[in-house]
């Protein structure tokens, strides 16, 4: 652990899992790195001012959190590990995250953002290359109001495989916890894989739900594959009006993809409720 980081259950529970990520956001200053606890030392840097030495979200923890606005984020440079297809076992994003606004302009005006995530436009000269990511909705979005969202797309984006929720759990100054399990791609003729998206500990959606599945007949075929985009919290891809207004903490990466009974207790520990 980084020296001055506290230790707690919470975090042992996390190490315990053994993360290829895990990112406390418990830097008091922006003058610091974004330090890596997993040991695999993939630690973050900071882009614009965000807010760091918040209240945390973990009950009974001294940790800190940090918030975000405007185009704050952190970039956690390109690793293999962060990426669906290295292990053969998957990829599982476990976040603490806080709303403090449901009122986004979003992406093109179309009322979502992508808050945290592994993808980059197109650039001049480089391809656009996505992989995967959360989405919010705007709170006024005519069709999917407050919905948290996880999906995984083709290099060249467009519709992907997603799981979502709506729920009693999105609301301002609230936080939620989420994990998104990115299933190892298999041929569709083998087996249905995909999106699986926990929230606050429960499953709420995944395989064989036809939306979530990275082949979806008629629709869209899903092949992840690895790019060299960084991970970044607070946005995805760093676009115009896809940026974060709110708290996020205890970020962590698994090449692998957590069993729900593992899910559950990171939750339980952190909400004080084990």
């Given at each position: 652990m980084k020296p001055g980081t506290r230790t707690d259950a919470y975090a042992e529970a996390v190490l315990a899992d053994r993360p290829v990520g895990y990112w406390r956001l418990n830097e008091r200053t922006c003058n610091e790195q974004v330090a890596d606890e997993s040991?695999?030392?993939n630690h973050g840097s900071f882009v614009g001012r965000p807010s760091p030495g918040q209240q945390g979200a973990i009950?009974?923890?001294?940790n800190c959190s940090m918030s975000f606005a405007s185009d704050a984020?952190?970039?956690i440079s390109h690793s293999p590990d962060f990426s669906i297809q290295t292990s053969g076992e998957g990829l599982s994003v476990e976040v603490w995250m806080r709303p403090d606004t449901l009122l986004y302009e979003g992406e093109g005006n179309r009322k979502y953002i992508h808050w945290l995530g592994k993808g980059k436009p197109t650039q001049r000269g480089e391809p656009k290359h996505l992989e995967w990511g959360f989405r919010l909705y705007s709170?006024?979005?005519?069709r999917r109001p407050s919905r948290i969202s996880a999906y995984a797309w083709n290099p060249q984006g467009g519709e992907g495989a997603g799981a979502w929720?709506?729920?009693d759990p999105v609301a301002e100054g609230e936080w939620i916890h989420l994990v998104a399990c990115f299933q190892h791609y298999v041929k569709p003729s083998v087996m249905k894989t995909g999106v699986q998206l926990f929230v606050n500990g429960e499953f709420v959606q995944g395989p064989p739900s036809s939306g979530t599945l990275y082949f979806n007949e008629g629709s869209w075929s899903v092949v992840p594959r690895s790019g060299d985009a960084p991970l970044r919290l607070a946005?995805?891809?760093a676009t115009a009006n896809s940026f974060l207004t709110g708290?996020?903490?205890?970020?962590?990466?698994?090449a692998e993809v957590l069993t729900?009974?593992?899910?559950?207790?990171?939750?339980d520990i952190g909400n004080g409720s084990s």
């Open positions: 040991g695999h030392n009950r009974g923890s001294a984020h952190i970039s709170s006024d979005h005519p929720y709506e729920g946005t995805r891809s708290g996020i903490d205890e970020v962590a990466v698994y729900p009974q593992r899910i559950k207790r990171h939750y």
